[in-house]
């Protein structure tokens, strides 16, 4: 059987949580002192919010946390019902640990209807003497402020470089194979900071043999961010003809979307060095070529008009 490994490397510790060393320090301060606040853990996916809310359920009830402790995901349901049943059955169900209080853990409960989240709030006020709300979002103010005031707001960030390095590391190395500078940085710039896919991408080449970043990128189905200040670079430079040959490689051979090439372009003109007026200009090109993507327009005709506005834009600073 092979372990998906997302849950077998998940830290059931606070101490083992990378990369939300401000968060962390103050959870571990209620944990000490046996007292938790109503709670909201907003920021990105695979950032640690589930995860820290589990270890902190670990670390005050031990063994016996799963009884203590209900995950409901709300964006499966999000609807009232959710919260009149599921939610206040096990609310008003009196303890079984010593604390006085149990812990409910809603995942993505930005999803939570206007209506469930007011019902919810009228739930935190009756037994908020035995029962703790962790509410887990993207965004926090999709939460309503009644919940809001009620709750400590903890922002998780996107992981950095060398906390996602250390963890990974210390992964492959648990899995008997070693992880090069390149290869490290090809799946920090895939994952952007979210661990949960990090991971995932490091599983996957685990088994694929050769491991470097051109191999992490194809699996990945992305192109290597070189690629794309080289495309930059042609087009800006007025080559039109060679860089829509780069393109028709993006598209037909790597498969790449018009959105997917526009973001990439979008990622290394905000790296490049070039005069902040043609940057500019840069930018809102791209931002014009994903909009009229979004709209439904036609693809390729879009993707060779953004190359001929970054030769013209190019042009104008030769």
Known sequence: MIDIWIEKYR?????????????????????????LPHLIFAGPAGTGKTTTAIATAMELFGEDWRQNFLELNASNERGIDVIRENVKDFARIRPSNDLGFKI?????????TQEAQAALRRTMEIYSSATRFIFSCNYSSQIILPIQSRTVVMRFRPIDYNSMKSRLQQIAKAEQFSLSE??????????????RKALNVLQTISNSGEI??????????????????????????GAFDEAREDLDQMVIDRGLSGIDIIRGLHSSIRKEKVAPK?????????GEAEFRLVEGATELIQLDSLLARLASIGNEFN
């Open 104 to 112: 409910i853990f809603l995942d993505e409960a930005d999803q939570l």
């Open 278 to 286: 043609q940057k500019l200009q840069v930018i809102m090109a791209l």
């Open 212 to 237: 470097n970043a051109a191999r992490i990128y194809e699996i990945a189905g992305m192109a290597n961010p070189k690629d794309f200040r080289l495309l930059l670079s042609k087009a800006l430079s």
């Open 11 to 35: 830290p059931s510790k606070l101490s083992d949580i990378v990369g939300q060393d401000a968060n962390i320090r103050k959870i571990r301060s209620f944990v000490e002192h046996k007292q």
């Open 182 to 195: 390149d290869a490290m940085e090809a799946i920090y710039s895939i994952s952007e900071g979210d661990l």
